[in-house]
């Protein structure tokens, strides 16, 4: 069963910068993708970032700038560099990875919070 384990989340102060890490294991396959969503109170769920096997990345225009998503060092891991937070970047925050080998399958990390606050 792939697991997915988030870190990195916490309290900044707006402008500051956070960088989050997941690292995605169980599986002999590789995620055909990666990827970090969102969740504010109140609000669905929303695509922050991704990033395929391939190197392709993705972003929310609402990020685009300010956020840079890239492969970690580690197999099966991502992160998400985030400068310039905002207070409207508070949510929590979802590592995703996608796996095609058999069929698509989407996981999810448990989630970690971010809070951009003075």
């Known amino acids: 069963q792939v697991q997915l384990v988030e870190s990195g989340g916490g309290l900044v102060q707006p402008g500051g910068s956070l960088r989050l890490s997941c690292a995605a294991s169980?599986?002999?396959?590789?995620?055909?993708?990666m990827g970090w969503y969102r969740q504010a109170p109140g609000k669905e769920r929303e695509l922050v970032a991704t990033i395929t096997s391939r190197g392709s990345t993705n972003y929310a225009d609402s990020v685009k700038v300010r956020f840079t998503i890239a492969r970690g060092n580690a197999k099966n891991t991502v992160n998400l560099q985030m400068n310039s937070l905002r207070p409207e970047d508070t949510a929590v925050y979802y590592c995703?990875?996608?796996?095609?080998?058999?069929?698509?399958?989407?996981?999810w990390g448990q989630g970690t919070q971010v809070t951009v606050s003075s």
């Open positions: 995703n990875a996608i796996y095609t080998n058999a069929g698509t399958v989407n996981y």
């Open positions: 169980g599986s002999i396959f590789s995620p055909n993708a």
